[in-house]
């Protein structure tokens, strides 16, 4: 009787309840990224999954609360990524050349997060309240990371307080440029892989100037 249960047991493992919530996120990105999230189906996403609707009902209670748990991952995962890249006696232009290399990465290894950004951003959520207001909490999320590191600079001297604003619209505006250019796929796989490397040496440069 023992050596029957065995697979089953593994089996189980297998279809843990974070693999298949994952898997269910990730096809949903993919197609929200390829057509927008209004045209998007739970029944698209449950046949590119190979799962049935209750399944996904069971670890979401629509396909909005699907797509608010997505925005949410995301800033759990950024907000951890930060945590790391902050960890050490580490000077602003690392943590910034940290965090520029960490997004230039995921966008040369998982396109459809690009794609599913800058249709966030620039394309559809504004037509309706529910994805707006989902928006609007990762990028004050996104904006209150951004601030910490900033702010921890100014305290070690490297910025000053009168230069956050302006330092913070410069950080974002490559962070927008990732989010474009990673939609035109050959340009953006063209780009060195020294990019973020460079911009946040470039950031920190005119800092430097305008100290002086």
Same mark, same amino acid.
Request: hydrophobic share 40%.
């Given at each position: ?92 232009? /690392? ?16 396109? /459809? ?37 900033? /702010? ?33 796929? /050959? ?26």
């Amino acid at each position: 009787m023992k050596k029957r249960n065995a697979p089953a047991k593994e089996s189980c493992a297998k279809r843990s309840p974070l693999t298949v919530r994952e898997k269910i996120m990730e096809a949903a990105i993919e197609l929200f990224a390829q057509q927008g999230i209004e045209k998007t189906s739970v029944r698209q996403i449950v046949s590119r999954v190979k799962v049935t609707k209750p399944v996904l009902y069971y670890y979401f209670k629509s396909k909005d609360d699907l797509c608010r748990e997505i925005f949410r991952f995301n800033i759990k995962a950024m907000r951890a990524a930060m945590d790391e890249l902050q960890k050490g006696d580490k000077t602003f232009e /690392e943590v910034l050349s940290g965090v520029f290399s960490r997004m230039f990465e995921l966008f040369r290894r998982k396109p /459809e997060s690009g794609k599913f950004a800058f249709y966030s951003i620039y394309m559809g959520t504004h037509k309706n309240k529910v994805y707006e207001a989902m928006l609007h909490d990762y990028l004050k999320a996104q904006r209150a990371v951004i601030m910490e590191i900033i /702010e921890a600079a100014c305290r070690r001297g490297e910025i000053c307080k009168k230069d956050t604003a302006d330092v913070f619209n410069v950080i974002r505006a490559f962070l927008n440029f990732l989010i474009i250019s990673s939609n035109y796929r /050959e340009d953006f796989m063209a780009l060195d892989k020294a990019t973020p490397t460079r911009f946040a040496q470039l950031v920190c440069r005119g800092i430097c100037r305008v100290k002086a």
